[in-house]
């Protein structure tokens, strides 16, 4: 009995959509937290930005919705099919998800021993998006490949 779990290829430009603008705001608020934090106070632009952005997201459920609507993108992005869904698709589908572990569980370990404190889990807390943002890039870079050379030899 043969299971398959992955959502329509339509639901990846769905995945797009909900992702990019909800993570593209979260990482800049992310960065000039950290650069803030770390580095003390930030001047002129970024200071406007990060007090901004802190209105926005820290008001009410913003942040929870926001991270909902990223964490539902990135995973319609990962576990959409491909337009030609075969067993060598799904190798490297695999294949991809180990390596996306691997660097994620190395990043994980050199956060352990490189921070402390709030920033420590903070710097975790976005390693919950680098798996499946490390999973689409290497996914994505391995398909790229797979079909360059079916082109290159027809």
Known sequence: MKHNYLFPHSYKKWGWILAVPTLTVLGIWFTLWLINDNFGTLDGLADSLLNL????????????????????????????????????????????????MIINYALVIVATWMTYDLTYLYILFATLFSLPILFVAKFSWELHKLHKTDNDEE
């Open 53 to 100: 952005l802190d209105k926005l997201i820290c008001k009410g459920n913003t942040l929870e919705v926001m991270m909902t609507l990223a964490y539902a993108g990135l995973m319609m992005i990962s576990f959409s099919k491909t337009k030609v869904e075969d067993e060598y698709v799904q190798i490297i589908r695999l294949n991809s998800l180990v390596w996306a």
